[in-house]
C-alpha cells in the first residue's frame, strides 16, 4: 500500500484553494445558491451549511489539544498516515472531477434548511459567514500545529470513537471531505447550466 505523507504547506494550499472557490460562489445570486435541480439532491447552500455542521466535532477538540502538544525540536517531517486512518481519508479524496464512494450522509450532518419557506439572502450570507469562520480556524489549526509533535494527541473523528486520528490526520480526512463537495458544487452548477439551455 502506498504511503500517504501529510505536509501543512500542501494542506494549507489545498484549503485557500477551497476558500477561494467558496469566496466566488458569493457573486451567484440568491436563486442560483439554493436551487435544487433535481430532487433528492441539495443545494448550494445546503452543501455549504453540511460543510459546517461536519467540522463542528473538530473545533472543541483542535481548540483543547493543540495547546497541549508540546513543541517540536526536529526540522517538521511529513507525517505517515496510518493505514485505518489512510483508508477513511482516501474514502473522502474525490478523484479528478469525480466523487468515489458515493455515500449517505449521518442524519446528524444533515442540513437543516426549511425548503418550503424561501431561504433568503440573510440566511445564505450568515451560512458564508460561518463557513469562512470555521474555515478559518481550521488554517489556523494547521498553522499552529506546524511546529509541534503532532503524534501523540488524537482526535476522535465525526465518525465516532470507530476513528481516531491524529491532527494531520484530522485535517486531511476534513480537506478531502472539502474537495469531495467542491466537485459535488460543480455537479450542481453544470445540471443548472443543462437545465437552463
Known amino acids: 500500500m502506498a504511503k500517504l505523507l501529510l505536509t501543512p504547506e500542501n494542506q494549507i494550499q489545498r484549503l485557500n484553494i ?29 452543501v455549504l451549511a453540511h460543510l459546517n455542521i461536519a467540522y463542528g466535532p473538530y473545533r472543541n477538540q483542535l481548540d483543547e489539544v493543540i ?10 517531517k511529513p507525517f505517515r498516515a496510518r493505514p485505518w486512518q489512510k483508508m477513511i481519508i482516501e474514502m473522502q479524496r474525490p478523484k479528478g472531477t469525480r466523487r468515489k464512494w458515493k ?5 446528524r450532518f ?17 451560512i458564508f459567514r460561518e463557513f469562512f469562520e470555521l474555515h478559518g480556524h481550521l488554517k489556523d489549526s494547521i498553522l499552529k500545529s506546524r511546529n509541534k509533535d503532532v503524534s501523540k494527541i488524537k482526535i476522535t473523528s465525526g465518525i465516532g470513537p470507530i ?22 458544487i460543480d455537479e450542481i452548477l453544470n445540471q443548472q447550466k443543462v437545465l437552463t439551455q
Open 163 to 184: 476513528v481516531k486520528f491524529y491532527p494531520p490526520e484530522s485535517f486531511e480526512f476534513l480537506l478531502c471531505h472539502l474537495e469531495r463537495h467542491m466537485v459535488q
Open 67 to 76: 495547546p497541549k502538544m508540546t513543541d517540536s525540536n526536529e526540522e517538521q
Open 18 to 46: 477551497v476558500l477561494n472557490n467558496v469566496k466566488s460562489l458569493q457573486e451567484l445570486d440568491t436563486d442560483v445558491l439554493t436551487n435544487v435541480s433535481i430532487p433528492d439532491t441539495w443545494s448550494i447552500i445546503e
Open 103 to 107: 455515500m449517505k450522509t449521518m442524519k
Open 110 to 126: 444533515e442540513p437543516l434548511l426549511d425548503r418550503k419557506n424561501i431561504i433568503g439572502k440573510e440566511k445564505v450570507k450568515e
